[in-house]
């Protein structure tokens, strides 16, 4: 019987698989961690909630041993550009924390899902169908904290025997929790601008191509990941994983075959395009496909088909 604990449970990735989670695992069987934000909706209601910040170890055990946790989705981050602003924080949420998780991990006997990211390549990366393994000298706190990530992941497997699993997820689109102060965060909050003014500023240039994924790939790709067959995981950590690719010129014309009045500017910010500059274009996940059969159901056509239908249904209904 699986007994789970998502760490930072009520942001853009947690708020979703913590539900998904639920319905596959049982209710009472997963527990969402949050630090200040309180749970909402279905997410307070259908299961058990405790506070468990990462960055400390006496509440991370102190709930592995109430709930007799034996796997832990460690989702509490921080994203790219708010760790640039504040690199301290950022290492102290990337690297602590998941040191804390670790530890807790290796003590009580977890299996341990880790996010690594796009974020983990830098400029000197082949940013055009980025392989599996190759250089990664990220030039981004969030960057360093990922590779930080990925290399104490597979130290925890191969030193202690920790079943540490995990992906490194391009931009996550999604219409359920907003992200905050991701590079990528532009192609989730034009859909929203597209409804709701049929209008988007962009901070990205044109021509600025990274990888996507939808949501619900996101999440299967994460609960498939921990159930894969380990004897098949030549890798476990740190899988490349992407849906599409685009820049957003390619994102906008989409949008206007159903709003086709939308106009899209570009005001660039120069801390996201520094950042998204130095990521792949577009990355090589045969390794996923390969290891536990990854594959994405969305693409650029059909992600956006849904994107516009339910932000539209919630703006209709006054819920924006
Ligand atoms: N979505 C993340 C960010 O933009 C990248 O992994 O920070």
Redesign the pocket.
Known sequence: MKHILVTGSVGQIGSELTLELRKKYGNENVVAGIRKTQPTGELKDSGPYEVVDATDITQITNVVKKYNINVIYHLAAM?????ENNPQAGWNVGVNALYNVLEVAREFNCAVFF?S???AFGPTTPLDNTPQDTIQRPTTM?GVT?VTGELLCDYYFKRFGVDTRGLR????ISNVTL?G?????YAVEIYYEAVKNKRFTCPLAKGTFLDMMYMPDAINAAINLMEADPSKLIHRNAFNVTAMSFDPEILANEIKKHIPDFIMVYEVDQTKQG?ADS?PNSMDDSAAREEWGWEPQYNLTTMTLDMLKVIGEKHSRGLL
Not at 169 to 172: E, F, N
Request: aromatic share 14%; proline share 13%; glycine share 18%.
């Open positions: 994203l790219s550009a708010i760790a996010p990211s796009i974020g969030y990922k997820y391009p931009g996550i992200p102060g991701g590079t990528t965060d950042i990521w």
